[in-house]
């Protein structure tokens, strides 16, 4: 048996280059046809969103759609019983209240972060579950930064940040999912932190404009994690691209999801985050609510 596992885990130099190549132009060939290759449960997710597309939809067949999906009925309503979203007075006992109080945008969001996690728990992406974890972790805590800013910062919709920070990492999370189809990268979990450090952002944007996502939300990831030098710690956020990049910093930045070595405590990302000081404990908050809710 370790004869067999021998040749996988030695390969290197030209040869393991030639598999990263591979995968990433097997992917942007997947991608640039509109082949989409996701496991049931996302393609479950992404069928809720378009039929609930229409925006003319009324609350009673809203719930009958969502109803289909237990799972999904299940977390919206602790999510709308949550301190994330609970108004005041009486909790919402059945999915018509819960979908009423949270909204059908983020009825759509919660689909998709579900199917995001059951992705992160497949069996056959446990071979990288350090990586999953800690992209998951930052993944919850972007989006709760996300939504956070765009609610005290600006005018955006809260709900419409939550998802553009929800899926900012998408082609990441895609990465792993392929990886899996190439021993040599399975093998060496070091090469797949190369590869999506490089990648991922290019991936993750041609990702979101094959699924349909609306097109502010494909553009407000691209470069989430470069520099933007027009947008410092002293200059207000202005759109849904600057929240995101600076909801990326505030949930642990630059890849620290991938252990580079970025020291939280100088420069940019210091900066930033003595500026938003006062809203890192309710971002820490959220995530953990997202936790509990999309576990």
Request: aromatic share 6%; proline share 4%.
């Amino acid at each position: 048996m370790t004869a067999s596992r021998e040749p996988i885990a030695d390969k290197h130099g030209q040869a393991l280059s030639a598999q990263r190549f591979q995968m990433i132009k097997d992917i942007a060939d997947e991608l640039a046809a509109g082949d989409v290759v996701f496991p049931t449960s996302f393609d479950a997710a992404f069928r809720l969103r378009r039929e609930l597309q229409n925006p003319d939809l009324p609350i009673t067949r809203i719930s009958s759609i969502v109803s289909l999906e237990p799972l999904v009925a299940t977390r919206l309503l602790q999510l709308a019983n949550s301190a994330l979203y609970q108004a005041h007075g009486a909790p919402a006992l059945d999915l018509k209240a819960a979908i009423t109080r949270v909204g059908v945008d983020l009825v759509r969001t919660t689909a998709l972060a579900i199917a995001m996690r059951q992705l992160m728990r497949s069996k056959d992406i446990a071979i990288f579950s350090d990586l999953t974890v800690a992209l998951w972790n930052h993944t919850l805590k972007t989006a709760a930064a996300t939504r956070i800013l765009a609610r005290t910062q600006t005018r955006i919709n809260q709900d419409e940040a939550l998802l553009a920070g929800l899926v900012h990492d998408l082609g990441a999370f895609y990465m792993l999912y392929r990886a899996v189809q190439y021993p040599e990268l399975c093998a060496r979990p070091d090469s797949m932190r190369f590869l999506i450090m490089q990648w991922h952002e290019g991936i993750g944007v041609s990702l979101l404009g094959a699924l349909g996502m609306p097109e502010e939300i494909v553009n407000a990831t691209i470069d989430h994690d470069q520099p933007r030098p027009a947008l410092t710690a002293s200059t207000a956020i202005q759109t849904l691209a600057d929240i995101v990049y600076v909801g990326n910093i505030l949930a642990g930045t630059h890849f620290e999801w991938l252990h580079q070595d970025v020291d939280p405590n100088a420069g940019e990302t210091a900066a930033f985050r003595e500026r938003y000081a006062d809203l890192l404990p309710a971002i820490e908050a959220d995530a953990q609510e997202m936790q509990t809710i999309f576990a």
